[in-house]
Structure formats: structure tokens, C-alpha cells
């Protein structure tokens, strides 16, 4: 596999080796030696998570305050533009983002670790996101900044409105929103 530091250093993209042929390929999609010892990390997984949405649906931009998660991230179907937002308070990229197309074809991965805010919009008819996470899912932590806080500044790849669930509608400022 190949790990690349983005922008926001702690943030990694991961490209496992693909073995293909005119059949098709095959690679390893995870595996936690590997993946410790390519990160620097020691990170366990506990939950993995599959989500489908249409073309402009955007999710996001996702964290818990308690039991944070990090994020293992990638497209099986589709494509997608995914961002990463640090919200550490005493990290010297505090309230910046990297974002990275993530597609069927390209077989990226994006590392988020725990204290960042996550979210992606959907840029393919449609998209099937897996996501591995180091945490169990705890709703009454779940917070959310909104996706076009101009204090962070997204560029996301869309000409259009996107679609929002209603918690995502309800997203704060980061300058209003508990962080790290």
C-alpha cells in the first residue's frame, strides 16, 4: 500500500497495490498490520458502515465531541468529493480542509483521524461510501458545522444546491460549534 501525506499531515491518503487483469482485480481493501505499520498509527477498527445516496447529495461535515472516531473511507461505487475539516484547537491547521475525489476507478482511501469533522458530496449518479471507524456510533456526540461555513472555506466541486438531511440543515459555524 501507499500512504501520502495531504495537506493536513495527519490526514492520509491510501492506496492498496492492485493486482488486475482483463478478468477484473483483486486487492486487499484492509488489513490492520498493514495499516498500522504504514500510518504510524495503532488504531483498531470496530464498526464498519455503508451508506448509498444520489448525485449532490452531500453528508456532512460529521464528528463526535466524546468517543471521537477516525475514519477509514472509500467509494465502491460512484464518486464522491471527501473533506476532511481539522478541529483541534491547538493544532496548527486548525479550521482548514483537504478534500480528495474518492472513486470506483481511482481505489483511494482517506484516513480522517479522530478530531475532525468529515463529510462528502456525491458527484456520480450515485455512490456506495465504506467506512471503517474506531469508535461505535454515539448519537447523543454527534455534532455537525455546516458545510459552507465561509470560515473554513470548502470548495466543493458542485454548480448546484446540495442535498442536505435535516440535521445537516442544522449545521453550526465552526466558530459556534464544540471542538476538540
Same mark, same amino acid.
Given at each position: 500500500?501507499? +500512504? ?7 490526514? @492520509?491518503?491510501?492506496?492498496? &497495490? ?10 486487499? /481493501? ?8 504504514a500510518?504510524?498509527?495503532? %488504531? ?5 458502515? %455503508? /451508506?448509498?445516496?444520489? &448525485?449532490?447529495?452531500l ?15 472509500? +467509494? +465502491?461505487?460512484?464518486? +464522491? ?8 484547537? /491547538? ?10 475525489? *474518492?472513486? =470506483?476507478?481511482?481505489?483511494?482511501? *482517506? ?18 461510501? @465504506? ?6 456510533y454515539?448519537? =447523543? ?10 470560515a ?8 448546484l @444546491?446540495? /442535498?442536505?438531511?435535516? &440535521? ?13
Amino acid at each position: 500500500m501507499k +500512504v501520502t501525506p495531504t495537506a493536513i499531515p495527519d490526514v @492520509l491518503v491510501i492506496e492498496p &497495490k492492485v493486482f488486475g487483469d482483463a478478468r477484473g482485480f483483486f486487492y486487499e /481493501s484492509f488489513n490492520q498490520q498493514a495499516f498500522n505499520e504504514a500510518t504510524g498509527t495503532n %488504531h483498531q477498527f470496530v464498526q464498519d458502515n %455503508h /451508506s448509498r445516496s444520489a &448525485k449532490g447529495v452531500l453528508r456532512g461535515l460529521h464528528y463526535q465531541i466524546q468517543q471521537p472516531q477516525g475514519k477509514l473511507v472509500r +467509494v +465502491v461505487r460512484g464518486a +464522491v468529493f471527501d473533506v476532511a475539516v481539522d478541529i483541534r484547537k /491547538s493544532s496548527p491547521t486548525f479550521g482548514q480542509w483537504v478534500g480528495i475525489e *474518492l472513486t =470506483e476507478d481511482n481505489q483511494k482511501q *482517506l484516513w480522517v483521524p479522530p478530531g475532525f469533522a468529515h463529510g462528502f458530496v456525491v458527484t456520480s449518479e450515485t455512490a456506495d461510501f @465504506l467506512y471503517k471507524t474506531t469508535d461505535y456510533y454515539a448519537p =447523543e456526540y454527534e455534532r455537525c458545522i455546516a458545510w459552507n461555513d465561509p470560515a473554513i472555506g470548502i470548495q466543493w466541486p458542485i454548480d448546484l @444546491l446540495p /442535498s442536505l438531511s435535516a &440535521k445537516d440543515q442544522q449545521g453550526l459555524a465552526l466558530r459556534d460549534a464544540e471542538t476538540f
